[in-house]
């Protein structure tokens, strides 16, 4: 199961931006999906997740409000749209598959490649 993650760039606090993630070599509904990020000097952070079919989601306290994680399963394409960005949210931007729905790190079997999103003050 191979995943990609791209639609990271540089934008200005209080933008928005939103991510995608591709899956493939696997059947893209069998996964949940998972964001995390990770900053320069900082441990990786869950961000958002959503189970296989799209009706449980689960958020890190500081996203809730602001970033809206989705998946269309015709596409193999899960998202994460990004609004009122802070400088704060600035970080490479990892998505990653498990079967169940987690929030940890070590609970996923399959990590893309990161996406950098840089927000400016």
């Known amino acids: 199961v191979q995943l990609q993650a791209y639609g990271g760039g540089l934008v200005q606090a209080g933008g928005s931006l939103r991510l995608s993630c591709v899956v493939s070599g696997g059947r893209f509904s069998d996964f949940a999906i998972g964001w995390f990020r990770q900053s320069p000097g900082k441990e990786r952070e869950f961000v958002a997740a959503?189970?296989?079919?799209?009706?449980?989601?689960k958020y890190e306290d500081s996203a809730k409000g602001r970033l809206t994680v989705s998946r269309d399963n015709a596409k193999n394409l899960a998202s994460l749209q990004m609004n009122s960005l802070k400088p704060e949210d600035t970080a490479v931007y990892y998505c990653?598959?498990?079967?169940?729905?987690?929030?940890?790190?070590?609970?996923?079997?399959?990590w893309g490649k990161g996406t950098l999103v840089t927000v400016s003050s």
């Open positions: 959503i189970n296989w079919n799209g009706n449980r989601t």
């Open positions: 990653a598959a498990t079967y169940g729905l987690g929030y940890r790190d070590y609970e996923y079997n399959y």
